[in-house]
């Protein structure tokens, strides 16, 4: 190499000075040296037919989006970028390079002849190579999320945030593979990050606390039971429901659902519990302090490992779920504001397996097939109802333990047996809960 400019490092930065550290960025070198440390995937963007030097050339992105380059045309089943250069000489082959990230990786490039791109939102760093000839000093390479997916495993410091004690209803979500933030949404319900919970969805309870514990404001720590996520990627859709083992107290208000996703330029409260402070910006664990920020949609970049699954506010209520953090432009909120969502939280308010306290109020404790649930006065007297036809298919081994004002029926036979007359008795006169 005819210069000694060392490396031109141009990070994709955000708004503080922390920012310029390793922990993120793309970047162009010039004399084969990398940047330092662990967080970049560099590439040889070696043009074998240019004799300008380029065999000394790298181009360095964030780890996790398969970055390749190629000199023979697109990379199959890759999302991939032209770069060339218009004043080349035919021979130097600079019109069938590429680089290349895979398909779901969350960032929109964008290759440009003429200077950075300044008005679509995009930051670039510059492609220069001084000993080519052939104008590569006004060549960037320019880089954008896309709203409102993207997933990062390095995100950015809480700032501005400040430690609270607000909202107890918002706590925090540990397991074996997480640790996240939730917030109460049903007295024993709570609603977190689908990628908080792998995007896993359980059709049976477990008690033993293999799916993790959430732990609220006052200190009260309830067993995760079952999930239910409603997302498989991080963005728009990244929203799941946990069932907790038993009520909370009622010292702790559930916080209720919004109708409506915000729009850009709303002004919004980010909880969760993330790092506190630009020293932990590399961590990948959340920290064990709720902190909250005052932000604006659209503009916040306020997100840390340990915050996501944690909840957006407006005017008290949830509008959004912390997802993962932009590098650089905002950060990115599931909704679950959807009707989707909100009547599962519904169902499960009067469907979730019984826990140590029973069900609630009108519901019987029912063992069926191994997983206990909860049955109106209703569907117990439909039960037996059915079990004085012959032709009655009663599921094998349904066990109603119920209530004062609900009947005690037990089938242990066969998929279409009847129910034993001798162990039913008849319901009271006067039903004491929903019967008539």
């Not at 490092?9 to 970047?27: E, P, Q, V, Y």
């Not at 995100?155 to 209803?169: C, H, I, N, R, W």
């Not at 340990?306 to 990115?332: L, R």
């Not at 032709?391 to 009947?407: H, K, N, S, T, Y």
């Amino acid at each position: 190499m005819q210069v000694a400019v060392g490396t031109l490092l141009a990070l994709l930065a955000t708004h503080s000075s922390a920012d310029t550290n390793k922990c993120w960025g793309f970047a162009f070198t010039n004399d084969n040296k990398p940047p330092s440390g662990d967080d970049y995937e560099c590439v040889s963007v070696d043009e074998p037919s240019d004799p300008d030097t380029w065999s000394d050339n790298q181009f360095c992105a964030p780890k996790g989006i398969g970055l390749r380059w190629s000199f023979g045309g697109p990379i199959k089943g890759m999302k991939c970028t032209p770069i060339q250069e218009d004043a080349e000489p035919e021979d130097h082959h600079w019109r069938d390079n590429y680089i290349c990230i895979e398909r779901d990786a969350q960032w929109d490039l964008k290759w440009s002849m003429t200077g950075p791109i300044e008005n679509e939102g995009y930051k670039c760093v510059p492609w220069r190579e001084p000993a080519d000839e052939h104008t590569w000093h006004d060549n960037y390479l320019c880089a954008k999320p896309p709203r409102p997916i993207a997933t990062m495993t390095q995100q950015l410091p809480l700032k501005g945030g400040a430690t609270t004690s607000d909202e107890p209803a918002v706590g925090k979500f540990l397991s074996v593979s997480s640790r996240c933030t939730a917030t109460l949404v049903a007295p024993r319900v709570a609603l977190t990050a689908a990628h908080c919970v792998d995007y896993q969805s359980d059709t049976k309870s477990d008690t033993t606390g293999t799916h993790g514990t959430v732990t609220l404001g006052s200190g009260a720590t309830r067993t995760v039971i079952q999930r239910r996520a409603f997302g498989s990627a991080t963005g728009e859709s990244d929203v799941a429901l946990l069932v907790l083992d038993k009520a909370c107290p009622k010292t702790i208000t559930p916080i209720s659902i919004g109708s409506a996703f915000p729009a850009d330029g709303t002004l919004i409260r980010i909880f969760g519990f993330g790092c506190t402070s630009e020293s932990t910006t590399c961590q990948r664990t959340g920290g064990d302090t709720k902190q909250v920020v005052t932000a604006t949609m659209g503009e916040s970049a306020s997100l840390c490992p340990g915050d996501s699954g944690g909840p957006v506010i407006v005017d008290g209520k949830i509008v959004g779920v912390n997802s993962a953090a932009k590098w650089f432009g905002g950060d990115v909120f599931a909704n679950p504001t959807t009707a989707t969502l909100q009547n599962e939280v519904k169902a499960l308010g009067k469907e979730f397996p019984c826990g140590s306290n029973g069900c609630p109020d009108g519901m019987a404790k029912c063992d069926f097939q191994g997983g206990r649930q909860c049955m109106t006065v209703r569907s117990c007297q439909i039960l037996i109802s059915m079990s004085k036809r012959d032709d009655a298919c009663i599921p094998p081994r349904v066990l109603c333990q119920c209530e004062d004002g609900f009947m005690a029926c037990e089938d242990r036979g066969s998929q279409c047996s009847v129910l034993c007359t001798t162990r039913r008795r008849p319901l009271p006169k006067k039903m004491t809960a929903d019967g008539e």
